[in-house]
């Protein structure tokens, strides 16, 4: 499956942003997805994770509140929605496509699939 995140931008403190992966090549349905981001100097790290029917979500410590994943199964998208930006979300968002879904699913390693990668610069 081919991945194309989209959505990020320049933005200011404060604002909302909702980030979209767009899934192409296989039936969407079949994977759970990912979004992680990798911020400057910094190790790329988990953010949150979807079942494929989107029943079960899953999130790292630092995105409950302010982070909403969610997806469209009829639309082949994904999506991430992040809340009151913080000049320190800033990073590379990817997201990222896994056939399983498992206890595991928070491990990088374990996605088939990655997206290049959307920008998001928050200024303060």
């Known amino acids: 499956v081919q991945l194309q995140a989209s959505g990020g931008g320049l933005v200011q403190a404060g604002d909302s942003l909702s980030l979209s992966c767009a899934a192409s090549g296989d039936t969407f349905s079949n994977y759970a997805m990912g979004w992680f981001r990798q911020a400057p100097g910094k190790e790329r790290e988990f953010l949150a994770r979807?079942?494929?029917?989107?029943?079960?979500?899953d999130y790292a410590e630092s995105a409950k509140g302010r982070f909403t994943i969610s997806r469209l199964n009829a639309e082949n998208t994904a999506f991430l929605r992040v809340g009151a930006l913080k000049p320190e979300d800033t990073a590379v968002y990817y997201c990222?496509?896994?056939?399983?879904?498992?206890?595991?699913?928070?491990?990088?390693?374990?996605?088939?699939?990655w997206g290049q990668g959307t920008q998001v610069t928050v200024s303060s």
């Open positions: 990222a496509a896994d056939s399983s879904w498992n206890s595991l699913g928070r491990r990088q390693a374990l996605y088939e699939y």
């Open positions: 979807i079942s494929q029917t989107g029943k079960f979500t």
